[in-house]
């Protein structure tokens, strides 16, 4: 089991471009959750989906920032028109339940420039 | 709202001595509670997961407790070593009415062990 896997890993773009970030979970989990780490601070919830659901995303900024996990691929993270604040590292967990716990993925740090 | 305290905000301690890090939390309704390790520049990896019906695990040089009635838990590193320095996290889930939960993370306790 590879675990939880995110690419790309860095990840660089200029003001105003979309930036994608992929998280395939762990085999078998169907619950993905996104979290954003902004330099200096801690981990803040995003998302929360399950297979083509979004089940909580009250942690998603209202605008530019959307969420998907199809019935077939990885979740994806979309981030339009990105501006130099959005500069972050965005983590992906998935879990089978929360009674076993969460498995991180390794991160996609995203630079604006 | 749960909040996640974590004391304290960063430790420095010489290489061989026991220490115990602190995790606090104001709404005792969870699952259970998550141990997690970051290195500077890396994702998180899972140390510890504790069930709320469960007082302790241990794994290796590592014990964790719970004290779900006072909203508490402690990691205990015995013989800590250079290796062990990171940022330790923990974080909790909300027992909610679905079967997931997000997770809320405590700020961490960033840990030097100098040789």
């Known amino acids: 089991n590879a675990g939880v896997m995110q690419n790309p890993r860095h990840l660089v773009r200029r003001r105003g471009q979309e930036a994608r970030l992929r998280c395939s979970p762990m085999k078998g989990h169907s619950h993905v959750y996104w979290y954003r780490q902004l330099p200096e601070e801690g981990l803040k919830f995003m998302v929360y989906?399950?297979?083509?659901?979004?089940?909580?995303e009250s942690g998603m900024p209202k605008e530019r920032f959307s969420a998907e996990f199809p019935k077939e691929g990885p979740s994806i993270l979309r981030i339009q028109q990105v501006v130099r604040g959005d500069s972050a590292a965005y983590f992906c967990a998935s879990s089978l339940t929360p009674n076993y716990g969460y498995t991180f993925g390794s991160g996609t740090r995203l630079t604006v420039v | 709202k749960q909040e996640v305290t974590q004391i304290p905000a960063a430790l420095s301690v010489p290489e061989g001595e026991n220490l115990v890090l602190n995790c606090s939390f104001t709404d005792s309704a969870i699952y259970n509670l998550q141990w997690f390790r970051q290195d500077p520049g890396k994702g998180l990896t899972s140390l510890l997961l504790i069930q709320s019906s469960q007082r302790e695990q241990t794994s290796g040089r590592l014990n964790a407790s719970l004290d779900k009635s006072s909203g508490r838990s402690t990691l205990y590193i015995a013989a800590s070593q250079p290796g062990d320095s990171a940022t330790y996290l923990c974080a909790v889930p909300r027992r909610g009415e679905t079967s997931g939960s997000r997770l809320t993370f405590g700020e961490g306790t960033q840990l030097t062990v100098n040789p």
């Open positions: 989906l399950q297979k083509e659901n979004i089940i909580d």
